[in-house]
């Protein structure tokens, strides 16, 4: 079974607070996802990696940043908190073979910032 | 641009058929995916069509016609269980990358 773990599932973090989100799966999977969920809205795609130290934007970017260091670990960093950042936060993960597209999601981190 | 349409939200008796459709305007399509979420939990994968035609799996089946741009996701013998929200999510090819662009979700509430 792909897992896929995420470091907290709730957080609470004060405006202008550095916030760290860590995602790790256990396929070896070479593709990694950062997505945010708000209501109305669906899933939308923060930043997307497909190779170790590799990075690419995805639609909504602004006020993110990631570190792909290892294949198995994807981090999700916000510089500054802001409170329009309060969201769940969601990672995947899918092969980079082109076997599946599939993407394997972990269960969320709900942030609250404040 | 691209574009994901599906109804926000459904309601169904258990025991029934329910069919949640999605529409989409999206340039370089690979397939199309539905996703199955409860509150709180992860999204989880239904099924992928890339296609036209209808897959069948179970008490799930999923269609898809490219030239429309249309798919629908039916689900059979609806159970309680099957109260959560589908997503509709579109691979689209851009920029040497393939993404999945969701739909905002249709929330399904079975009730007995």
């Known amino acids: 079974d792909v897992k896929v773990t995420q470091s907290s599932r709730y957080l609470v973090k004060r405006t202008g607070e550095k916030v760290f989100l860590e995602c790790v799966q256990d396929?070896?999977?070479?593709?990694m996802f950062w997505y945010r969920q708000d209501p109305g809205l669906g899933l939308r795609l923060i930043y997307f990696s497909y190779d170790v130290k590799m990075k690419e934007k995805g639609d909504i970017p602004e006020g993110y940043s990631v570190s792909r260091e290892k294949k198995e670990r994807f981090s999700l960093i916000l510089e500054s908190a802001s409170t329009n950042q309060t969201s769940m936060y969601l990672c995947?993960?899918?092969?980079?073979?082109?076997?599946?597209?599939?993407?394997?999601f972990g269960p969320g981190t709900r942030l609250t910032v404040t | 641009g691209q574009n994901i349409d599906q109804p926000t939200e459904m309601t169904a008796t258990e025991g029934a058929i329910v069919q949640i459709n999605c529409t989409y305007q999206?340039?370089?399509?690979?397939?199309l995916f539905w996703y199955q979420q409860h509150a709180g939990e992860a999204p989880t994968f239904l099924s992928y069509?890339?296609?036209?035609g209808l897959e069948e799996k179970g008490r799930f089946s999923s269609f898809l016609s490219r030239s429309k741009g249309y798919s629908y996701l039916l689900l059979k013998e609806l159970q309680m269980k099957d109260s959560a929200s589908y997503l509709c999510a579109v691979l689209s090819h851009s920029g040497g990358y393939n993404k999945l662009i969701f739909g905002a979700g249709t929330r399904l509430a079975v009730h007995p």
């Open positions: 396929m070896d999977h070479e593709n």
């Open positions: 995947a993960s899918s092969p980079g073979d082109g076997s599946s597209y599939e993407q394997y």
């Open positions: 999206t340039s370089g399509f690979n397939g």
């Open positions: 069509n890339v296609l036209d």
